[in-house]
């Protein structure tokens, strides 16, 4: 038997149950979860916030013939003898393991600023961070100020914005995203954030809070019913730990997930993989599938995941490929274009005609094509420029794409030359072209352009009569 | 003797190819030629593509099949007797029955059939010859918006509604449709409206597109859980309607949470703002109509790609209303007609189930046999051609009204299993790549030959009416039943001739089904009655039904269902051996597997050849350009290909025509991995790679 013990409930630990149960694994097959609420869906939690969306459409579906252990605090786990101790009610329960799984998650950080943190670590009245429902029962209407310059509060403060809170958006650097995104990008997602709603204040920290009000660095003082820490997260790695664990910025883990003990694995955010961390909710999406295949006997391998920061807000679309390092690499070719009237803006960085690195905001194909191509290791297309700016395809250079003799109705297959013959002989009007062609009498689509040939026909019988004949046509 | 001028015979009838059964008039006869001019009914009003206006050309095709064929001990196929053809098919079915069970025997239908055909194709085979295994190539089409239109509204009408309901639409959502082409008259339909296209290829249905959704082959389903997504999170969904006329919504869209619209582009390609802006249209839509085509269907989760974009057209309150609807657009020439009245694998007249009691009480009834003498469900299409020839499959195996050595996905697999029978009879008008490989071959009337009725994509039935006596020695496929189930032993009685006196049947077996046709008769129709079932027989005449859903969806509850559906992606991925993606389709010039069409001089003019559509970047990188010839590979096997460069195509996708025959068959590389509920293969997307036909000059 291998009974599968998975530490958390969050999205990559239920991924893994259901494709643990997907590929088959019949033995036991417990989580432990240390919120109250069956798992849910993180990545929408800024909707909830601002009240799009109710409580139960968070919730991911049931995984069949799991046991899920809602509001269990894992204490220890005894790697000898193969046991997690936790903590339930005040009551404490065993579970005994083959295989473990470390889905721990990641924490948010709570600066130590006076009046946001409480004595304890956790974040004061009014004041929440934004990684769990409980976090957003917190906040309570009104004026909001969102903390932090890092993707989650760009999402959080624009969600908050589309429902009509105030809100006013406060970040360290010059712009949101400042350590991905150079001033000219960070200002366009600045103006969008703007438009969409948002108060952006850049180059700014919280100094010190007090009931309704914030105070920054800067000197000015804001109305604040609620402050969202959106500050980042720290892999939680306590567990890992305190059992003797290789760990560094998160568990360490090998190719196959497994941690520095062979019976024991991780994934999502808490995992360390070839120093990467914080993966993401489609990395851990991955690692959930490719342990899955490991743990029921399929061959597997892990991969580094792409790294690929795309925000999920509606008011600004942007995209960063790889890491701000990876546009110096030495070999890429580097393309920049700017377009302040339209903020658009794409930085690309090539090698072999790969993305190595990208920036890219306001250009929604290019985001969705060169995401995909960079996340299949695809070839870049020639016209990276045609690309970017979203122009229509450029016919192949020695395509029949320019032929002598187009079609112009596709329905009866009827090419210019030879409407041009029926007009010759005769045909002069639509009706007539069509009885002697049948153009456009298919969908009809052509119909225009039949009439716009006849009377450019018609107008170059014209000119020739005028030219050979003046005294005709006067 | 002297007769009066004789005037030129004329005959109302519809074209013989797709599903939008066009309105023809057709007039003058032998010797004179035959011409077509379209009629101004509501379908067409006026139109016809040039496969219709050409169709006549088949009429007279040069290879025309006009006597019975045997093959013969050196293996050619000779001319012989009708009656030297049906005892030699009959005693060779009758000889491996006795060896191996009825089972044994088996019979491949047509969507393009009449319902008489097919009516009496699945009673010959249930009763004549005792097998369960009979199915047909609509398993190929419609099989999976069958199967999910069954699930959400308790009925498959392909439109539930008139297409000149269209007309009045503010936005359609045309997913993996491309009627531009295959259907172009009923693009008349959508002047006014607003297309979102969804399809892997710049079509030119899409070219005419407010907007264009272009995904990853494979990934249409993601796409409607994201376009729910969407509705949900911005509140665009129809919550009274939802709680008054549907079930079952909640597991349904607990589905569509997961796929956020960032998730969806990842998997799609398609962009967030594109997908944002395809759920607005929908829902500001005053009028707004989800129509789904192959392109979403032939997918080994076709039935749950189906059932999201009809999860979608449920949210916003579509369906069954004034303002808007869901629909499949039915491809073949009876393809809806075709799926009721029991040539597919699980049914009986009427829409009924093989496996319901009542069912079987009430056709055994109408058939005079005892309900327990009708077999039960056999094999689906494809299964039933994979089976051939095997240990357990079939040996013999009549097939009407199709060309499955063509048609079919993993199409060299399946001629070997065709190959392995001991016995294949085809009745064809032409001798197809799959009559070719027969035993016996039965030359049978066409449609400007023949009377009947065809069932079009809306759900109304029509009359195909003759024009011309067919050559001689050529019979109707009524006929041809008729005198077989004789030899086997049948009454004559039990199988018509005469396609009224079939119908007649028809409408007492369908009587009280879910496709009810027992208020039709060949004189309502031939009085321009537009009829759409269900049309029950009642005391004053039944008007039909043109919109079933207006007051109730058709389960008992009244009530229409979500369904609980996720993205699984498809059976096959890419691989760095096969790193691209394939998709199948159609051309305008050519219908099914181009038995007919590539036989119509002016059609193969316009599209003469086999060919990929590749975009010039990935043509270039496998050292191919405009107008070579590419082979395109799957692990199954490879097709030969003109290549033509399109610019508008995704760089890791091509497409190609199933269309044509030989090496050139698209289908060599197909997948026939199959949709758990339809039994619908994957046409429409697997791995491939390019190369150039080696020798040849790129």
Redo the contacts between chains.
């Keep these: 038997m291998n009974d599968v013990v998975i530490i958390g409930n969050g999205p990559a630990a239920h991924r893994l149950a259901e494709r643990l149960r997907h590929h088959g694994h019949e033995a036991g097959l417990t989580l432990l979860g240390e919120e109250p609420e069956p798992a849910y ?1 993180r ?2 939690l800024p ?1 909830y916030a601002a009240g ?2 109710a409580r ?6 049931p995984v069949p013939g799991a046991r899920v252990h809602l509001g269990t605090v894992v204490t220890a786990i005894d790697r000898e003898r193969q046991r997690v101790y936790a903590y339930r009610h005040g009551i404490e329960t065993v579970h005994r393991y083959d295989t473990l799984v470390l889905a721990t998650g990641a924490r948010p950080d709570v600066p130590d600023v006076p009046g946001l943190r409480e004595p304890g670590g956790g974040p004061a009245p009014g004041v929440t961070t934004l990684r769990t429902t409980a976090d957003c029962d917190r906040m309570n209407g009104g004026s909001v100020v969102v903390l932090g310059g890092e993707p989650l509060g760009v999402e959080a403060a624009s969600a908050l914005a589309a429902r009509g809170n105030g809100v006013t958006l406060v970040c360290p650097g010059a712009h949101p995203l400042h350590d991905r995104v150079d001033d000219v990008c960070g200002g366009m997602l600045t103006a969008r954030l703007e438009a969409a709603g948002v108060t952006v204040l850049g180059a700014a920290t919280a100094v010190r809070r007090t009931p309704g009000h914030l105070e920054l660095s800067d000197g000015t003082t804001l109305s604040a019913d609620t402050v969202v820490l959106c500050a980042g997260v720290t892999p939680d790695t306590r567990l890992a730990r305190a059992a003797g664990l290789d760990v560094g910025a998160g568990i360490v883990v090998d190719d196959r997930l497994r941690t520095s003990d062979p019976s024991i694995h991780a994934l999502g955010d808490c995992a360390q993989f070839d120093g990467q961390t914080l993966i993401g ?2 990395g851990a999406h991955e690692q959930a599938d490719t342990l899955a295949r490991i743990l029921t006997g399929r061959p597997a391998v892990h991969r580094r995941v792409p790294r ?1 920061l ?1 925000v ?1 807000s ?1 008011a600004a ?1 942007l995209s960063c490929i790889g890491s701000p390092a990876d546009f110096d690499r030495p070999g890429t070719r580097q393309i920049t274009l700017t377009d302040r009237t339209r903020l658009r803006y794409a930085r690309v960085a090539v090698r072999d005609e790969h993305v190595t690195a990208a920036v890219l905001f306001g250009v ?2 290019a ?3 060169i ?3 960079h ?2 290791d ?2 870049l ?2 016209d990276l420029l045609g690309l970017l700016l979203d122009l229509p ?9 320019a032929s002598a003799d187009p079609v112009v109705c ?4 009827v090419t210019r030359q030879r409407l041009h013959r029926a007009w010759q002989d005769g045909a002069r009007t639509v009706p007539a072209l069509a009885s002697g062609t ?1 153009a456009t ?5 052509c119909g225009q352009a039949v009439e716009e040939l006849c009377g450019q026909w018609a107008r170059g019988t014209r000119d020739l009569v005028e030219e050979t004949c003046p005294a005709l046509s006067s | 003797m002297s007769e009066p001028p004789a005037r030129v015979p004329k005959a109302g009838t519809h074209c013989p190819y797709c599903a939008l059964q066009c309105g023809t008039v057709l007039s003058g006869g032998e010797g004179t030629g035959v011409t077509v001019r ?1 009629a101004d009914f509501p379908v067409n009003r ?5 496969k219709g ?1 050409t169709a006549p050309e088949l009429l007279t095709a040069a290879d025309r099949l006009t006597q019975p064929l045997l093959r013969t001990g050196d293996g050619r196929l000779a001319p012989a007797s009708w009656d030297t053809a049906l005892d030699t098919v009959a005693e060779r079915l009758t000889a491996i029955r006795d060896r191996y069970g009825p089972d044994a025997l088996a019979v491949f239908g047509g969507g393009g059939l009449t319902n008489e055909k097919a009516y009496l194709l699945g009673k010959f085979a249930r009763l004549a010859l005792g097998t369960s295994q009979i199915d047909y190539n609509g398993r190929f089409c419609m099989s999976s918006a069958a199967s999910a239109g069954n699930a959400a509204f308790g009925m498959d009408r392909g439109l539930p509604f008139p297409v000149t309901d269209l007309r009045s639409a503010d936005t359609v959502l045309l997913a993996g449709a491309n ?3 295959t259907m ?5 339909h959508l ?1 006014r409206a607003e297309l979102i296209v969804i399809d892997a290829r710049r079509t ?1 249905t899409a070219q ?1 597109a407010a907007l264009h959704l272009q995904p ?1 082959p494979g990934t249409d389903l993601a796409l409607a859980l994201g376009l729910l997504h969407i509705a ?4 665009l969904h129809d919550q009274a309607y939802i709680a008054a006329r549907t079930r079952d919504f ?2 349904a ?3 569509a ?2 796929w ?4 969806v ?2 998997t799609t ?6 997908l ?1 802006r395809a759920a607005h249209m929908l829902a500001d839509a005053g009028s707004a109509y989800v129509l789904t085509g192959r392109g979403v269907e032939q997918h080994s989760t076709g039935t749950d790609t189906v059932a999201a974009f009809i999860n979608l057209a449920l949210a916003l309150g579509l369906p069954g209303t004034d303002r808007g609807g869901y629909g499949c657009l039915t491809g073949q020439g009876n393809g809806q007609g075709g799926r009721e009245h029991g040539q597919k694998a699980d049914q009986l007249p009427g829409y009924r189930s093989l496996t319901d009691p009542a069912a079987r009480n009430h056709v055994a009834s109408v058939w005079g046999v005892a309900p327990e003498d009708l077999p039960g469900p056999g094999r689906s299409a494809y299964e039933l051609l994979d089976a051939l020839g095997s240990d357990d499959g079939p040996r013999g195996l009549l097939v009407f009204g199709s060309n499955p050595a063509v048609s079919a996905p993993d199409a060299a697999r399946v001629v070997r299993r065709l190959a392995s029978l001991d016995l294949l009879v085809v009745a064809d008008f032409v001798p197809s790549e799959t009559a070719r490989m027969a035993d016996v071959v039965l030359p049978v009337t066409q449609w400007a030959e023949e009377e009947g009725t065809l069932t079009n994509l809306e759900g109304r039935v029509l009359r195909r009416r003759a024009l011309l006596p067919p050559p001689a020695h050529v019979r109707g496929d009524l006929q041809v039943l008729h005198d077989l189930a004789v030899r086997l032993g049948q009454p004559a009685a039990r199988y018509p001739v005469a396609p009224a006196e079939v119908f007649e049947e028809l409408r007492a077996a369908s009587r009280g089904g879910r496709a009810d046709y027992s208020g039709i008769s060949y004189e309502r129709l031939d009085a321009g009655e537009a009829l759409h079932w269900p049309c029950p027989e009642t005391p004053e005449p039944h008007p039909g039904t043109p919109r079933p859903f207006q007051d109730r969806f058709a389960h008992p509850d009244g009530l229409a269902r979500f369904a ?1 559906v996720d993205h699984r992606g498809p059976a096959e991925e ?1 691989s760095s051996g096969y ?1 691209l993606y394939a998709t199948t389709g159609r051309v ?2 050519h219908y099914q597997s181009g038995a007919q069409t590539r036989r119509v001089a ?1 059609l193969l ?2 599209v003469p050849e086999p060919y990929v559509e590749v ?3 990935t ?3 496998a050292g191919l ?3 070579g010839h590419a082979l395109v590979s799957s692990v199954r096997g490879s097709m030969t290909a003109r290549v033509r ?1 399109e ?2 195509m995704r ?2 996708t091509v497409f190609a025509p199933f269309h044509f025959a030989a090496d050139g068959r698209a289908n060599l590389f197909t997948h026939a991995a199959l949709d758990p509920r339809s039994g619908m293969p994957e046409f429409k997307v697997c791995a491939v790679r390019l190369e150039p036909v080696p020798g040849a000059t790129p």
């Design positions: 869906h990545t929408l909707h799009s969306l139960p459409s968070l919730h991911l579906p909710i489609s690929i795309r999920r509606r679309d929604p194909q985001i969705a094509t995401g995909m191509l996340r299949s695809r070839r297309p020639g395809p450029r016919p192949a250079s020695d395509s029949a794409g596709l329905c009866n297959h049948r009498t298919g969908c009809g689509g | 379209p006026g139109r016809l593509c040039q206006w009627p531009a082409e172009p008259p009923l693009m008349q002047d030119a005419r990853v949900v999170v911005d509140g909640e597991p869209a607990r589905r949470m997961a956020w619209p960032e998730r582009e990842e390609g398609v962009p967030v703002s594109s944002r609980e890419t790193p305008l010039a002016e003019d316009a975009h010039p970047d043509a270039a990188r350009a405009e107008h460069l610019p508008t760089l890791d």
